[in-house]
């Protein structure tokens, strides 16, 4: 039998507190966004506002990717909570700081670390995250983030679900600029969709 080409698997666990543990495993683009977009809104209507989303098994991401974690962490900030992201490789984690994001979404070493970090207080607005991380996968990377001023509205601090005021078009175009610099895809594969990964 024939595999789908786009595949992602979602699994969840659940902790104390209310923590529950989504892993995706896979690629999450346009085709398999909505899937978990579906299950990380399906969380929070049940109650569920301490979300962590464990990206080690994530093999691809694109835009609509990323779309679908600024909604994430939009809903939970309205019911007090957070979503937290571990386990991120070197290629989101340099393509989240150039989108001003890792305030929006905080990473982490590991579920462990992210699960154990205190709970920021809760504020209208981005939750700044307790504990910088560098990206699992780039361990000379030696910098911190970038940090906006205290309590402004500086680069780490922007409204969830909306980048910089990019549309989503304008995010596509920047995330795949970003990508060709790094060398993760080549320019024949920017026009189609779905070939921007990271």
């Not at 992602?8 to 989504?22: A, D, M």
């Not at 109650?47 to 994430?72: E, K, P």
């Not at 000379?140 to 680069?155: E, H, L, Q």
């Amino acid at each position: 039998m024939k595999m789908n080409t786009y595949q992602l698997k979602l699994s969840e666990r659940h902790y104390p507190g209310g923590v529950v543990v989504v892993t995706p495993v896979g690629e999450l683009d346009m085709a398999t966004a909505p899937e978990l977009d579906d299950r990380l809104a399906h969380l929070t209507a049940t109650g569920h506002h301490r979300l962590i989303l464990n990206v080690a098994g994530l093999t691809f991401c694109d835009a609509s990717g990323i779309r679908v974690l600024t909604r994430a962490r939009a809903r939970v900030d309205r019911h007090g909570g957070w979503l937290r992201l571990a386990a991120v490789d070197s290629h989101l984690y340099k393509t989240l700081a150039i989108l001003a994001l890792l305030t929006t979404l905080p990473v982490f070493d590991s579920v462990t670390r992210a699960i154990i970090a205190a709970d920021p207080p809760h504020r209208t607005g981005p939750v700044a995250s307790p504990l910088r991380a560098r990206p699992t996968s780039d361990p000379d990377s030696r910098r911190p983030p970038r940090r906006g001023p205290p309590g402004g509205d500086g680069p780490g601090h922007r409204r969830a679900g909306r980048v910089r005021g990019l549309t989503i078009d304008r995010l596509n175009h920047h995330v795949t600029h970003v990508l060709l610099d790094q060398g993760r895809i080549s320019s024949s594969t920017r026009g189609r969709p779905g070939t921007t990964a990271l």
